[in-house]
């Protein structure tokens, strides 16, 4: 939390995502759940897919907190069979939440290249 609010007071942009306790397994942290879909959406690494694929992609997943079903959709995403969406966008910050929810603080309301 600290470095998170430094980076604010120097004016960067921001991004601090916290999970769940799950994530804490005897006092030492974990990576959540589709960790690589995560830090690329969160740095904006690549382009964020578009809406057009979000809404694709969260009717595949039924919209629902499965980090399973995340991985199924995102292999279709990746393979090229979902429905309005290129191969390699990075996953938007509502596609990730069908993941895992954790807390998000955006300093500057962006998430990704958004």
Not at 41 to 59: E, K, M, N, Y
């Amino acid at each position: 939390l600290y470095m998170y609010e430094a980076m604010v007071a120097e004016g960067n942009d921001a991004r601090l995502l916290s999970f769940p306790h799950k994530h804490l397994l005897d006092g030492l942290h974990s990576d959540p759940k589709n960790e690589w879909a995560w830090k690329v959406g969160c740095l904006g690494i690549v382009d964020s897919c578009t809406d057009a694929c979000q809404s694709s992609f969260l009717a595949c997943t039924t919209n629902t907190s499965n980090p399973d079903e995340f991985a199924r959709c995102e292999n279709y995403l990746k393979s090229g069979k979902l429905a309005n969406c290129v191969p390699g966008c990075a996953p938007t910050l509502e596609m990730l939440q069908t993941s895992e929810k954790p807390v998000v603080s955006l300093s500057q309301g962006r998430f990704g290249s958004q």
